[in-house]
């Protein structure tokens, strides 16, 4: 059975920095795409970041470039997002995703990020 578990969501400043973790069982991260996406509130969800599996290859939504990271650790099976410089535009619900066949089929059930002015 898949499972993908997020933490680290957390109500911060302006500015300030947090880092998602997605703890992935059932699928290994480094064998497909891996993703994160978030739902801000009142709109629907969005992509916000993707790796590729064999050349991890990341790709961002523009609103992010430059601030947020994706990453992963193949020994611990988990994805992360480091997020610095948080606006309160990225307020929302941030959800990990895992692919099957380069298609998102597996999600987890979201972390709550809230940043504050």
């Known amino acids: 059975q898949v499972q993908l578990v997020e933490s680290g969501g957390a109500s911060v400043q302006a500015g300030g920095s947090l880092r998602l973790s997605c703890a992935v069982s059932g699928v290994t991260v480094s064998n497909d795409c891996m993703g994160w996406f978030r739902r801000p509130p009142g709109k629907e969800r969005e992509w916000v970041a993707t790796m590729t599996s064999r050349t991890s290859t990341t790709a961002y939504r523009d609103s992010v470039k430059g601030r947020f990271t994706i990453s992963r650790d193949n020994a611990k099976n988990t994805l992360f997002l480091q997020m610095n410089s948080l606006k309160p535009e990225d307020t929302a619900m941030y959800y990990c995703?895992?692919?099957?066949?380069?298609?998102?089929?597996?999600w987890g059930q979201g972390t709550q990020v809230t940043v504050s002015s």
């Open positions: 995703a895992a692919c099957v066949g380069g298609t998102f089929m597996h």
